[in-house]
């Protein structure tokens, strides 16, 4: 549930907008968003994917990813070049977007074609930070999965030399210098176990930063 709705609320924050962007060699109208919590390579990797799922001629990726004589129907009838930026910035990526629509660059003066690429951009968007969202929640439970499995194991331990100790207490004139030892051991445990509890407080801690 908490997964769902941090996706969501994350999904929510993410905005397009038109903006003026130095791209392709010269100054021109781009749409703009920032995608937070993803890596520049994983958001270049994605659009680079769909840009090929509009069946461009070519992908290139330098400092710009072009995308040659893409056919992204719902914004023209004719093929486009679409060239996009990215910019990692404080822990997110600012990603622009520009369109060649054939002698043109789309800016305001093609409302219904800017709409449509909003809602491309916008869509992408979402969708990487909603995976990178998700990967981070997954990282997150393994971390704590593998300190809960620590916990459990110090915890038998424990028992067992809490179980030794009482037999040793029997007897205790008898074995006064293993249960001296054996003291020294539980203690040890102790702040193993209560380290390992820490961990689980911290990465919890962390992980609520994130959602």
Known sequence: MCLIAGSSLMAQKIQVKEDKKGINGSKRDVLYVEIPKVEGKDVEKAWEDLMKDYDAEKVKSRKEIFADNAHITSVADQAVDVYAKIEEKNGM??????????????????????????????????????????ELQEEKAEVVEDIEKEIKSIQKDKEHLEKKNEKYQENIEENLEEIEELEKELEEQNKLLE????????VNKNASKID
């Open 93 to 134: 990526v600012e990603f622009y977007v520009a369109v060649d629509l054939g002698g043109a660059y789309m800016g305001s003066d093609h409302p219904a074609e800017q709409s449509a690429m909003k809602s491309i951009v916008r869509d992408f968007a979402q969708q990487v930070a909603k995976e990178a969202f998700e």
């Open 195 to 202: 380290e390992a509890q820490k961990k689980v407080k911290k």
